[in-house]
């Protein structure tokens, strides 16, 4: 992978990340274009947002569940 990608890439890395460590070369890539973007660590930002909300619903609703 090069290291200059586009924020379409960078956005697909972002939300791959969630699913499987990146190998080192994705991350220096991701690392690097974050540095130089302006929308794209909002993006980043909207995304741990949305992963946190996830989190605390997934332990709230563990929390309603009745136990048998």
């Known amino acids: 992978m090069?290291?200059?990608i586009s924020c379409r890439e960078?956005?697909?890395l972002m939300l791959a990340r969630e699913d499987?460590?990146?190998d080192w070369s994705e991350r220096?890539?991701?690392r690097?274009?974050?540095a130089i973007c302006k929308a794209c660590p909002?993006?980043?930002h909207q995304v741990l947002v949305m992963r946190?909300?996830?989190s605390?619903?997934?332990h709230y609703r563990d929390a309603e569940t009745p136990r048998e």
């Open 28 to 30: 220096v890539a991701l």
């Open 42 to 44: 909002r993006f980043e």
């Open 56 to 58: 605390h619903w997934r």
């Open 20 to 22: 499987r460590p990146l």
């Open 32 to 34: 690097v274009h974050l």
């Open 2 to 4: 090069m290291l200059r």
């Open 10 to 12: 960078a956005a697909a």
């Open 52 to 54: 946190n909300a996830l």
